[in-house]
Protein backbone atom coordinates (compact mmCIF):
# COMPACT_ATOMS: atom_id res chain seq x y z
CA UNK A 1 0.00 0.00 0.00
CA UNK A 2 1.52 3.34 -1.30
CA UNK A 3 0.22 7.17 0.44
CA UNK A 4 -1.30 8.62 -2.00
CA UNK A 5 -1.83 5.79 -5.00
CA UNK A 6 -5.13 5.16 -3.25
CA UNK A 7 -4.55 1.13 -4.29
CA UNK A 8 -4.45 -1.17 -1.24
CA UNK A 9 -3.02 -4.71 -1.87
CA UNK A 10 -5.71 -7.58 -2.08
CA UNK A 11 -2.94 -9.80 -0.24
CA UNK A 12 -2.81 -7.02 3.14
CA UNK A 13 -6.61 -6.66 3.31
CA UNK A 14 -6.94 -10.16 5.55
CA UNK A 15 -4.00 -9.25 7.53
CA UNK A 16 -5.48 -5.73 8.12
CA UNK A 17 -8.88 -7.38 9.21
CA UNK A 18 -6.79 -9.66 11.43
CA UNK A 19 -5.61 -6.85 13.29
CA UNK A 20 -8.67 -5.46 13.62
CA UNK A 21 -10.45 -8.39 15.42
CA UNK A 22 -7.57 -9.16 17.62
CA UNK A 23 -7.16 -5.74 18.89
CA UNK A 24 -10.49 -5.21 19.42
CA UNK A 25 -10.89 -9.16 21.86
CA UNK A 26 -7.51 -8.23 23.46
CA UNK A 27 -7.92 -4.40 24.93
CA UNK A 28 -12.27 -5.36 25.51
CA UNK A 29 -11.68 -8.36 27.54
CA UNK A 30 -8.75 -5.83 29.22
CA UNK A 31 -11.26 -3.07 29.64
CA UNK A 32 -14.02 -5.75 30.73
CA UNK A 33 -12.55 -7.40 33.44
CA UNK A 34 -12.42 -3.86 35.20
CA UNK A 35 -15.96 -5.16 35.70
CA UNK A 36 -15.04 -7.83 38.27
CA UNK A 37 -12.63 -6.04 40.35
CA UNK A 38 -15.43 -5.51 43.26
CA UNK A 39 -16.27 -9.29 42.71
CA UNK A 40 -12.87 -10.41 42.98
CA UNK A 41 -12.12 -8.20 46.21
CA UNK A 42 -14.80 -9.27 48.02
CA UNK A 43 -14.83 -12.80 47.00
CA UNK A 44 -11.53 -13.66 47.68
CA UNK A 45 -10.94 -11.74 50.49
CA UNK A 46 -8.46 -9.53 48.11
CA UNK A 47 -7.21 -5.84 48.14
CA UNK A 48 -7.01 -3.63 45.58
CA UNK A 49 -3.60 -3.59 44.88
CA UNK A 50 -3.45 -7.74 44.20
CA UNK A 51 -6.77 -7.71 41.99
CA UNK A 52 -5.53 -4.71 40.07
CA UNK A 53 -2.00 -6.66 39.56
CA UNK A 54 -3.93 -9.59 38.79
CA UNK A 55 -6.60 -8.05 35.47
CA UNK A 56 -3.48 -5.97 34.15
CA UNK A 57 -1.06 -8.67 33.97
CA UNK A 58 -3.19 -9.41 30.92
CA UNK A 59 -1.89 -6.61 28.78
CA UNK A 60 1.48 -6.20 30.89
CA UNK A 61 2.73 -10.19 30.60
CA UNK A 62 1.70 -9.74 27.07
CA UNK A 63 4.13 -7.08 26.39
CA UNK A 64 6.96 -7.96 28.90
CA UNK A 65 7.59 -11.29 27.09
CA UNK A 66 7.18 -9.45 23.27
CA UNK A 67 11.27 -10.78 22.65
CA UNK A 68 9.61 -14.30 23.15
CA UNK A 69 7.15 -13.70 20.07
CA UNK A 70 10.33 -12.09 18.60
CA UNK A 71 12.33 -15.30 18.76
CA UNK A 72 9.30 -17.49 17.75
CA UNK A 73 9.17 -15.38 14.46
CA UNK A 74 12.55 -16.03 13.91
CA UNK A 75 12.08 -20.03 13.71
CA UNK A 76 8.63 -19.75 12.67
CA UNK A 77 6.20 -17.89 10.21
CA UNK A 78 3.94 -15.63 11.23
CA UNK A 79 0.69 -17.72 10.85
CA UNK A 80 1.70 -20.49 12.97
CA UNK A 81 2.64 -18.10 15.51
CA UNK A 82 -0.37 -16.65 15.43
CA UNK A 83 -2.82 -19.54 15.84
CA UNK A 84 -0.71 -20.95 18.26
CA UNK A 85 -0.92 -17.38 20.36
CA UNK A 86 -4.99 -17.31 19.45
CA UNK A 87 -5.52 -20.76 21.20
CA UNK A 88 -3.42 -20.06 24.52
CA UNK A 89 -5.07 -16.70 24.70
CA UNK A 90 -8.91 -18.29 24.67
CA UNK A 91 -7.62 -21.08 27.32
CA UNK A 92 -6.23 -18.74 29.61
CA UNK A 93 -10.22 -17.02 30.32
CA UNK A 94 -11.92 -20.39 29.80
CA UNK A 95 -9.50 -21.62 32.69
CA UNK A 96 -10.62 -18.85 34.85
CA UNK A 97 -14.02 -19.81 34.24
CA UNK A 98 -13.54 -23.60 35.04
CA UNK A 99 -11.15 -23.46 37.60
CA UNK A 100 -10.25 -20.16 38.99
CA UNK A 101 -11.63 -20.26 42.69
CA UNK A 102 -8.78 -18.52 44.40
CA UNK A 103 -6.71 -15.34 43.73
CA UNK A 104 -3.56 -17.40 42.67
CA UNK A 105 -5.71 -19.02 40.12
CA UNK A 106 -6.52 -15.51 38.50
CA UNK A 107 -3.55 -14.75 38.55
CA UNK A 108 -2.27 -18.13 36.35
CA UNK A 109 -5.05 -17.76 33.98
CA UNK A 110 -4.34 -14.39 32.94
CA UNK A 111 -0.59 -14.68 32.68
CA UNK A 112 -1.94 -17.37 30.58
CA UNK A 113 -3.89 -15.56 28.53
CA UNK A 114 -1.67 -12.71 28.08
CA UNK A 115 1.68 -15.09 26.82
CA UNK A 116 -0.97 -15.87 24.41
CA UNK A 117 -2.01 -12.67 23.16
CA UNK A 118 0.97 -11.44 23.35
CA UNK A 119 2.45 -14.19 20.81
CA UNK A 120 -0.43 -12.88 18.58
CA UNK A 121 -0.01 -9.52 19.01
CA UNK A 122 3.48 -9.20 18.61
CA UNK A 123 3.14 -11.57 15.06
CA UNK A 124 0.79 -9.16 13.74
CA UNK A 125 2.64 -5.93 14.52
CA UNK A 126 5.25 -7.25 12.75
CA UNK A 127 2.84 -8.21 9.91
CA UNK A 128 1.23 -4.53 9.84
CA UNK A 129 5.18 -3.79 9.31
CA UNK A 130 6.00 -5.95 6.30
CA UNK A 131 2.58 -5.84 4.35
CA UNK A 132 2.24 -1.59 4.93
CA UNK A 133 5.70 -0.33 5.45
CA UNK A 134 5.64 3.56 4.72
CA UNK A 135 2.24 3.85 5.47
CA UNK A 136 2.44 1.65 8.41
CA UNK A 137 1.44 4.84 10.71
CA UNK A 138 -1.94 5.28 9.26
CA UNK A 139 -2.40 1.78 9.14
CA UNK A 140 -1.99 1.09 12.58
CA UNK A 141 -3.85 4.07 13.61
CA UNK A 142 -6.65 2.97 11.47
CA UNK A 143 -6.34 -0.85 13.21
CA UNK A 144 -6.48 0.71 16.58
CA UNK A 145 -9.99 2.26 16.01
CA UNK A 146 -10.87 -1.41 16.83
CA UNK A 147 -9.30 -1.21 20.36
CA UNK A 148 -11.71 1.72 21.32
CA UNK A 149 -14.76 0.22 19.77
CA UNK A 150 -13.79 -3.08 22.22
CA UNK A 151 -13.53 -0.55 24.85
CA UNK A 152 -17.25 0.67 24.38
CA UNK A 153 -18.67 -2.37 23.46
CA UNK A 154 -17.76 -5.35 25.44
CA UNK A 155 -17.82 -3.60 28.84
CA UNK A 156 -21.35 -3.26 29.19
CA UNK A 157 -21.91 -6.57 26.80
CA UNK A 158 -19.89 -8.43 29.60
CA UNK A 159 -22.18 -6.82 32.41
CA UNK A 160 -24.68 -8.52 30.65
CA UNK A 161 -23.06 -11.76 30.72
CA UNK A 162 -22.22 -11.06 34.23
CA UNK A 163 -25.90 -10.45 35.65
CA UNK A 164 -26.85 -14.21 33.52
CA UNK A 165 -24.12 -16.66 34.14
CA UNK A 166 -22.12 -15.70 37.05
CA UNK A 167 -18.29 -14.25 37.01
CA UNK A 168 -17.12 -17.97 36.00
CA UNK A 169 -19.92 -18.44 33.24
CA UNK A 170 -19.08 -15.09 31.65
CA UNK A 171 -15.25 -16.13 31.60
CA UNK A 172 -16.04 -19.42 29.73
CA UNK A 173 -17.86 -17.19 27.54
CA UNK A 174 -15.82 -14.82 26.98
CA UNK A 175 -12.63 -17.42 26.36
CA UNK A 176 -15.36 -19.45 23.77
CA UNK A 177 -14.95 -15.42 22.24
CA UNK A 178 -11.49 -15.03 22.23
CA UNK A 179 -10.81 -18.00 20.72
CA UNK A 180 -11.59 -15.76 17.22
CA UNK A 181 -8.35 -14.93 17.60
CA UNK A 182 -7.19 -18.22 16.38
CA UNK A 183 -8.59 -17.27 12.60
CA UNK A 184 -6.57 -13.92 13.16
CA UNK A 185 -3.50 -15.52 13.51
CA UNK A 186 -4.43 -17.93 10.67
CA UNK A 187 -5.05 -14.97 8.48
CA UNK A 188 -1.31 -13.90 8.87
CA UNK A 189 0.95 -14.58 5.42
CA UNK A 190 4.57 -12.68 4.70
CA UNK A 191 4.12 -9.92 2.59
CA UNK A 192 5.29 -10.47 -0.92
CA UNK A 193 9.01 -10.11 -1.93
CA UNK A 194 9.65 -10.94 1.93
CA UNK A 195 10.04 -14.55 2.43
CA UNK A 196 12.86 -15.86 4.69
CA UNK A 197 16.06 -15.35 3.61
CA UNK A 198 19.19 -13.93 4.85
CA UNK A 199 19.00 -9.94 4.94
CA UNK A 200 20.82 -7.61 2.48
CA UNK A 201 21.00 -4.70 4.74
CA UNK A 202 22.07 -1.59 2.88
CA UNK A 203 23.13 1.92 4.09
CA UNK A 204 20.46 4.03 3.86
CA UNK A 205 19.36 7.55 4.09
CA UNK A 206 18.01 8.75 6.99
CA UNK A 207 17.09 12.22 6.14
CA UNK A 208 13.96 11.55 5.62
CA UNK A 209 12.28 10.67 9.06
CA UNK A 210 9.64 8.19 7.38
CA UNK A 211 12.59 6.13 5.25
CA UNK A 212 13.54 4.16 8.60
CA UNK A 213 9.71 2.90 8.02
CA UNK A 214 9.72 2.35 4.73
CA UNK A 215 12.61 0.18 4.75
CA UNK A 216 12.00 -1.47 8.03
CA UNK A 217 10.64 -4.80 6.87
CA UNK A 218 14.26 -5.68 6.15
CA UNK A 219 14.31 -6.38 9.89
CA UNK A 220 11.49 -9.00 9.53
CA UNK A 221 12.86 -11.06 7.02
CA UNK A 222 15.74 -13.63 7.65
CA UNK A 223 18.05 -14.20 10.23
CA UNK A 224 19.20 -10.67 11.60
CA UNK A 225 21.14 -10.05 13.91
CA UNK A 226 19.47 -7.60 16.05
CA UNK A 227 21.30 -8.01 19.67
CA UNK A 228 22.26 -4.51 20.77
CA UNK A 229 26.31 -3.71 20.24
CA UNK A 230 28.07 -1.75 23.16
CA UNK A 231 27.12 1.53 21.42
CA UNK A 232 23.39 1.39 20.72
CA UNK A 233 21.88 2.92 23.19
CA UNK A 234 24.46 5.84 22.96
CA UNK A 235 23.83 5.74 19.30
CA UNK A 236 19.80 5.98 20.14
CA UNK A 237 19.63 8.49 22.54
CA UNK A 238 16.72 10.20 21.57
CA UNK A 239 14.67 6.65 21.65
CA UNK A 240 15.63 6.21 25.39
CA UNK A 241 14.15 9.59 25.85
CA UNK A 242 10.85 8.33 23.47
CA UNK A 243 10.84 5.15 25.38
CA UNK A 244 10.34 7.46 28.84
CA UNK A 245 7.43 9.10 27.27
CA UNK A 246 5.65 5.85 25.69
CA UNK A 247 6.03 4.04 29.46
CA UNK A 248 4.72 6.77 31.47
CA UNK A 249 1.74 6.74 29.16
CA UNK A 250 1.47 3.35 29.34
CA UNK A 251 1.09 3.55 33.18
CA UNK A 252 -1.72 5.93 32.87
CA UNK A 253 -3.34 4.17 30.35
CA UNK A 254 -3.84 0.91 32.42
CA UNK A 255 -4.71 2.92 35.62
CA UNK A 256 -7.48 4.33 33.52
CA UNK A 257 -8.61 1.63 32.12
CA UNK A 258 -8.80 -1.16 35.07
CA UNK A 259 -9.87 1.60 37.72
CA UNK A 260 -12.46 3.85 35.82
CA UNK A 261 -15.89 1.31 36.48
CA UNK A 262 -15.06 0.78 39.96
CA UNK A 263 -14.82 4.43 40.39
CA UNK A 264 -18.02 5.34 39.18
CA UNK A 265 -19.62 2.43 41.32
CA UNK A 266 -17.60 4.44 44.17
CA UNK A 267 -19.64 7.57 43.14
CA UNK A 268 -22.80 5.83 43.81
CA UNK A 269 -23.50 4.84 40.57
CA UNK A 270 -24.88 1.09 39.86
CA UNK A 271 -22.89 -1.11 38.19
CA UNK A 272 -24.97 -0.78 34.98
CA UNK A 273 -24.50 2.98 34.92
CA UNK A 274 -20.97 2.94 35.50
CA UNK A 275 -20.21 0.41 32.76
CA UNK A 276 -21.09 3.29 30.54
CA UNK A 277 -18.34 5.63 31.38
CA UNK A 278 -16.25 3.38 29.81
CA UNK A 279 -18.40 3.27 26.98
CA UNK A 280 -17.61 7.17 26.74
CA UNK A 281 -14.52 6.93 27.22
CA UNK A 282 -14.41 4.18 24.32
CA UNK A 283 -16.10 6.89 22.02
CA UNK A 284 -13.71 9.30 22.70
CA UNK A 285 -11.14 7.32 22.14
CA UNK A 286 -13.08 5.89 18.80
CA UNK A 287 -12.47 9.62 17.38
CA UNK A 288 -9.38 9.97 18.97
CA UNK A 289 -8.15 7.26 16.44
CA UNK A 290 -9.48 9.08 14.02
CA UNK A 291 -7.77 12.50 14.38
CA UNK A 292 -4.74 10.47 14.69
CA UNK A 293 -5.02 8.75 11.62
CA UNK A 294 -5.75 12.36 9.97
CA UNK A 295 -2.79 13.99 11.32
CA UNK A 296 -0.64 11.02 10.28
CA UNK A 297 -1.79 11.08 6.48
CA UNK A 298 -0.94 15.15 6.40
CA UNK A 299 2.30 14.42 7.80
CA UNK A 300 1.44 16.36 10.94
CA UNK A 301 2.90 14.18 13.91
CA UNK A 302 5.66 15.46 16.09
CA UNK A 303 6.42 15.58 19.68
CA UNK A 304 4.46 17.82 20.33
CA UNK A 305 1.33 17.27 18.35
CA UNK A 306 1.49 13.20 19.41
CA UNK A 307 3.19 13.83 22.94
CA UNK A 308 2.52 17.91 24.81
CA UNK A 309 -1.00 18.25 23.47
CA UNK A 310 -2.70 14.98 24.50
CA UNK A 311 -1.16 15.04 27.62
CA UNK A 312 -2.78 18.31 28.06
CA UNK A 313 -6.40 16.72 27.32
CA UNK A 314 -5.61 13.70 30.02
CA UNK A 315 -5.04 15.89 32.47
CA UNK A 316 -8.45 17.86 31.82
CA UNK A 317 -10.24 14.81 31.82
CA UNK A 318 -8.68 13.39 35.42
CA UNK A 319 -9.19 16.74 36.89
CA UNK A 320 -12.95 16.53 35.79
CA UNK A 321 -13.38 13.07 38.29
CA UNK A 322 -11.53 14.65 41.12
CA UNK A 323 -13.74 17.84 40.93
CA UNK A 324 -17.35 16.34 39.62
CA UNK A 325 -19.59 13.55 40.72
CA UNK A 326 -22.68 14.31 38.19
CA UNK A 327 -23.06 11.57 36.22
CA UNK A 328 -23.73 13.10 32.91
CA UNK A 329 -20.33 15.02 33.76
CA UNK A 330 -18.31 12.30 34.26
CA UNK A 331 -19.77 10.77 30.79
CA UNK A 332 -17.92 13.87 29.28
CA UNK A 333 -14.65 13.71 31.28
CA UNK A 334 -14.57 10.58 30.33
CA UNK A 335 -15.17 10.92 26.84
CA UNK A 336 -12.09 13.70 26.95
CA UNK A 337 -9.64 11.13 28.75
CA UNK A 338 -10.75 8.63 26.12
CA UNK A 339 -9.65 10.74 23.41
CA UNK A 340 -6.51 11.80 24.78
CA UNK A 341 -5.34 8.61 25.06
CA UNK A 342 -6.94 6.74 22.33
CA UNK A 343 -5.27 9.49 20.05
CA UNK A 344 -1.72 9.29 21.77
CA UNK A 345 -1.03 5.45 22.05
CA UNK A 346 -1.29 5.70 18.00
CA UNK A 347 0.84 8.92 17.94
CA UNK A 348 3.48 7.42 20.27
CA UNK A 349 3.32 4.02 18.70
CA UNK A 350 3.18 5.27 14.89
CA UNK A 351 6.11 7.86 15.63
CA UNK A 352 8.26 4.98 17.56
CA UNK A 353 9.94 4.22 14.32
CA UNK A 354 11.37 7.66 13.60
CA UNK A 355 13.87 7.16 16.51
CA UNK A 356 15.47 3.41 15.48
CA UNK A 357 17.22 2.30 12.92
CA UNK A 358 16.30 -0.38 10.41
CA UNK A 359 19.40 -2.78 11.70
CA UNK A 360 17.68 -2.33 15.11
CA UNK A 361 13.70 -2.27 14.58
CA UNK A 362 13.16 -5.82 15.67
CA UNK A 363 15.24 -5.31 19.16
CA UNK A 364 13.71 -1.82 19.39
CA UNK A 365 10.13 -3.30 18.87
CA UNK A 366 11.07 -5.92 21.55
CA UNK A 367 12.49 -3.44 24.31
CA UNK A 368 9.34 -0.99 23.71
CA UNK A 369 6.73 -3.84 24.30
CA UNK A 370 8.93 -5.24 27.57
CA UNK A 371 9.40 -1.88 28.67
CA UNK A 372 5.83 -0.56 28.12
CA UNK A 373 4.76 -4.31 29.97
CA UNK A 374 6.25 -3.12 32.83
CA UNK A 375 4.66 0.07 33.01
CA UNK A 376 1.59 -0.97 32.40
CA UNK A 377 2.12 -3.42 35.21
CA UNK A 378 3.03 -1.06 37.77
CA UNK A 379 -0.13 1.20 36.57
CA UNK A 380 -2.67 -1.40 37.67
CA UNK A 381 -0.32 -2.22 40.78
CA UNK A 382 0.72 0.99 42.09
CA UNK A 383 -3.00 2.90 41.50
CA UNK A 384 -4.23 0.01 43.47
CA UNK A 385 -1.64 0.14 46.63
CA UNK A 386 -2.81 3.86 46.53
CA UNK A 387 -5.94 3.07 46.73
CA UNK A 388 -5.86 0.50 49.52
CA UNK A 389 -3.71 2.76 51.67
CA UNK A 390 -6.00 6.43 51.12
CA UNK A 391 -9.40 4.62 50.18
CA UNK A 392 -9.58 7.50 47.89
CA UNK A 393 -9.44 7.50 44.07
CA UNK A 394 -8.51 11.13 44.16
CA UNK A 395 -4.85 10.09 44.96
CA UNK A 396 -5.43 7.61 42.10
CA UNK A 397 -6.38 9.85 39.63
CA UNK A 398 -3.99 12.83 41.30
CA UNK A 399 -1.09 10.38 40.60
CA UNK A 400 -1.95 10.08 36.81
CA UNK A 401 -2.22 13.65 36.62
CA UNK A 402 1.43 14.29 37.98
CA UNK A 403 2.33 11.65 35.56
CA UNK A 404 0.82 13.33 32.40
CA UNK A 405 2.76 16.84 33.76
CA UNK A 406 5.96 15.18 33.71
CA UNK A 407 5.31 13.27 30.18
CA UNK A 408 4.33 16.51 28.44
CA UNK A 409 7.56 18.07 29.77
CA UNK A 410 9.23 15.43 28.56
CA UNK A 411 7.78 15.29 25.16
CA UNK A 412 8.46 19.18 25.08
CA UNK A 413 11.78 17.63 25.65
CA UNK A 414 11.97 15.49 22.67
CA UNK A 415 10.94 18.33 20.37
CA UNK A 416 13.95 19.66 21.12
CA UNK A 417 16.93 16.50 20.81
CA UNK A 418 18.51 15.76 17.16
CA UNK A 419 16.87 12.17 16.04
CA UNK A 420 19.00 11.59 13.12
CA UNK A 421 19.13 8.06 13.12
CA UNK A 422 22.78 6.65 13.09
CA UNK A 423 23.58 3.66 10.63
CA UNK A 424 23.96 0.67 12.68
CA UNK A 425 24.31 -1.77 9.63
CA UNK A 426 27.67 -2.21 10.33
CA UNK A 427 28.95 -5.84 9.87
CA UNK A 428 27.89 -7.89 13.10
CA UNK A 429 26.45 -5.27 14.52
CA UNK A 430 29.52 -3.14 14.61
CA UNK A 431 27.41 -0.39 14.68
CA UNK A 432 29.34 0.93 11.28
CA UNK A 433 32.49 1.53 13.00
Same mark, same amino acid.
Given at each position: ?ERGDGVINARSVPVFISGCVM?????????????????????????????????????????????????????????????????????? +?????????????????????? /??????????FMSYLEHFKGNFDVAYSARELFTYIGI??????????????????????????????????????????????????? #????????????????????????????????????????????? /??????????? +?????????????????????????????????????????????????????????????????????????????????????????????????????????????????????? #? /?????????????????????????????????????? +??????????????????
Amino acid at each position: MERGDGVINARSVPVFISGCVMVFLFNGSFKANSIFIEDIVSLFDANYFLAGSAFVAQPAVAYIFAGVSSSLLEGYNQRLVGVFGGVIFGVG +FVYQGLFGYQLHQLFIAMVVAA /LGGGVLHFATFMSYLEHFKGNFDVAYSARELFTYIGISTMPPFVELLNSSYGLHGTYVIMGALIWNCVVCGALLKPAIGTARKPANIQ #QISFTDKRSSLAESSCCCQGSVNCMPSSNFFGKHIAFIVFQIVHC /LFFYVFSGWVI +FLIPFGTSTGLLPSQAVYLSTAGGIGGFFGKILAIVVFYYDGMNEITAGVIPSCMIIIGLTGYILCSKYILLMLFSFICGFGIAYEDSALSGILPRYLCTYHYRLGSAISYFSTGLFL #Q /LGGSLSGAILDLTNSYVYVFGAMILINVSNGLISLLLS +FMDNNIADCSGVNGSDGE
